[in-house]
């Protein structure tokens, strides 16, 4: 038998470069939708695959005229619109590596996250008059090429310098692009129509990018908003969208969340931060258990973590288990294996994982000698295998010689009725070290709930210890439109 005969041989996978998977939709359904922007007026464009193909061209020879070329950095930092997938693909035309910057940032922030990411061309806000006027331009075909790396995603920058990943895949489309998410538990009808309600600098908004690319429509907000959201979803029958707890504890909240059709979703899922179980309950009730999905991985690509709401109910707060071939560990600080059920560190190993590096001088995650690698969260591991999520080692608060977990006592915090959103950090205190200190939002900004009343509801659900020391009503939790928020701001702010 030969190789090519032999079902053991991997078969060679043809691939194209991004740019030509782009050219190649466009002529296959050229006025078929690829895009709806949809604006926070309440207006709404549409973007047809031979629109995208064309302006993607003329950015490219735009970007090429301020000196771009392969395996260039482009800061995007333009918001959500048109104007940011065009320039991220015609960075990909050129053969240069996109990087979406946070376009909300105070200047001084910016300017150190533009110096790690050292961009031959920043495209801010400023450029979308230059970005727009290319629209009258002459399109003249583009050689093919191949980013050396698909993209980079800059860190949140809460702790710390600024670092950004850079995935070291080349933009390559191999004929059939990411699956979706559910496929491993449900057969998922393409092309979905994707709603993305995060910004496009936040791995969640980013990562819908690849399922344009396989022929999805993508129906992106320009800022999230819970009303506009249900009304995207019933006016273009929504299939999928992915959202951090905050935004769908929003869109839960929504008055007459009862009445929309939502009949058109297929699977939603939540990822990026520990969940309270009401909510879980609040949103099975009104999507159901089999289209509610939770995962849990970092920008790095280490590997995924997944479960659905119906394995949820029977391991309730864990965060799945490994998906797609991720194998999970939880190991001691000497990189031993703690028991079930003992909170250690969270190491994965993922077949396709690894493939990225850091600019700004920061080190690759920790890795063990056959392969697992960490991002500093904390875990355990039940009988079953499945994972739970404590906090990240760095957010730990030690107090009165205790460790507490930020993430546990939000999680049990999020289910008071009178709590809209809730951030726990460690102040410093002369008698318990560190205090753990409580910033809630109330639901009624006119009737909060006091201070005894918040700590007796914590602890009615955590050991005494656990529970906020102090307790600050603030009118909006400081969040990112990707919903984070930066812990050590918070601290600093209070004196640390």
């Known amino acids: 038998m030969s190789d090519i005969d032999d079902p053991a041989t991997p078969v060679p996978v043809e691939t194209i470069s991004y740019g030509a998977r782009v050219a190649e939709l466009a002529a296959e359904r050229p006025e078929a939708t690829a895009l709806v922007f949809a604006a926070v007026d309440g207006s709404v464009q549409l973007v047809s695959w031979s629109d995208l193909h064309r302006r993607s061209d003329q950015i490219a020879r735009a970007l090429l005229s301020r000196g771009v070329s392969l395996g260039d950095r482009i800061a995007v930092r333009l918001g959500n619109s048109p104007e940011l997938i065009y320039s991220v693909i015609a960075a990909w035309k050129l053969g240069a590596v996109p990087v979406p910057v946070r376009w909300d940032l105070p200047d001084w922030e910016c300017e150190r996250v533009l110096e790690v990411v050292d961009a031959k061309v920043d495209l801010s806000r400023d450029d979308l008059p230059w970005l727009r006027a290319t629209s009258d331009d002459e399109v003249i075909p583009l050689p093919d090429v191949v980013s050396p790396q698909t993209h980079g995603i800059c860190s949140s920058g809460s702790t710390g310098t600024p670092k950004v990943i850079v995935i070291d895949k080349p933009a390559e489309w191999d004929g059939v692009g990411p699956e979706p998410f ?271 009343d918040v700590i007796t509801f914590a602890k009615s659900r955590l050991a005494s210890y656990k529970a906020p020391k102090t307790v600050e009503v603030i009118d909006r939790i400081p969040r990112s439109e990707a919903t984070k928020v930066s812990r050590s701001a918070l601290v600093a702010a209070r004196g640390g």
């Not at 991002?375 to 999520?389: K, Q």
Request: charged letters at 20%.
């Open 182 to 452: 559910p496929s491993g538990w449900i057969d998922v009808a393409r092309p979905q129509i994707v709603l993305v309600p995060a910004p496009l600098y936040h791995t969640n908004g980013f990562a819908t990018l690849p399922l344009l690319l396989a022929g999805d429509q993508l129906v992106v907000l320009e800022k999230f908003d819970a009303v506009h959201i249900l009304d995207l979803i019933e006016e273009h029958r929504v299939t999928t969208f992915t959202a951090t707890p905050t935004m769908l504890q929003r869109i839960a909240d929504v008055a007459d969340i009862e009445q929309r059709d939502l009949s058109s979703l297929v699977w939603v899922l939540q990822g990026a931060a520990a969940i309270a179980p009401s909510l879980v309950q609040r949103l099975i009730d009104i999507l159901g258990r089999e289209r509610l999905y939770f995962a849990y991985g970092m920008t790095e690509g280490l590997g995924l973590a997944a479960l659905r709401a119906d394995e949820w109910l029977s391991h309730p707060g864990s965060v799945g288990r490994g998906y797609r071939d991720t194998e999970i560990r939880i190991l001691d600080a000497e990189h031993h294996d703690v028991a079930t059920g003992e909170i250690g560190e969270i190491f994965l190993r993922w077949p396709a994982g690894g493939l990225y590096h850091y600019l700004g001088g920061a080190t690759r995650l920790a890795v063990t000698d056959d392969g697992f690698a960490s991002a500093g969260d904390l875990g355990s591991l039940d009988e079953d295998g499945f994972l739970f999520i404590a906090d990240r080692r760095s957010d730990m608060i030690i107090t009165g010689g205790a460790n507490v977990f930020p993430a546990e006592v939000e999680t049990a915090l999020g289910d008071h009725p009178e709590i809209a959103d809730v951030v726990v950090i460690g102040l410093a205190d002369p008698e318990w070290g560190r205090r753990v200190h409580a910033i809630i939002e109330p639901r009624d900004p006119a009737s909060p709930p006091s201070e005894a």
